[in-house]
């Protein structure tokens, strides 16, 4: 079994992947996630804030594959303040709630932060 890689953190702000319909943005993040937990490319962290919090609530096409990657050991680290922005705090399903302090302990700890 792979370990994370304490090198990098992914940081995901968007409810799906690039500037495309939304449609397309969520199947994107799905076969990024899966390729990701297929082949045991596992990131230190991923964070998630402002729309990006929609990928980690019931109904997100990504739970499952998130639920992997942290079970594998990834930190899904989630902004509280967005949660309870788009009143979404009751809904979450995986990841660890957090505040803009840990987003920014586990960037200042990482190597290389992705931004998607």
């Known amino acids: 079994m792979s370990v994370p890689d304490s090198e990098t953190v992914l940081v995901i702000t968007r409810n799906g992947m690039g500037d495309a319909e939304p449609e397309l943005q969520l199947k994107l993040m799905t076969t990024y996630f899966k390729l990701l937990d297929e082949n045991n490319l596992l990131p230190a962290a991923i964070c998630f804030y402002t729309n990006g919090v929609h990928l980690v609530i019931d109904g997100s096409p990504v739970l499952d594959q998130l639920k992997s990657l ?10 509280n303040t967005c949660l309870k922005y ?31």
Do not use: F, H, P
Request: charged share 20%; net charge positive.
């Open 86 to 116: 788009y009143n979404l705090a009751d809904r979450v399903q995986v990841g660890i709630v957090g505040g803009m302090t840990d987003i920014i302990e586990a960037q200042r700890l990482a190597s290389k932060v992705i931004s998607l």
């Open 70 to 79: 942290e079970a594998k050991g990834v930190r899904l680290i989630l902004c």
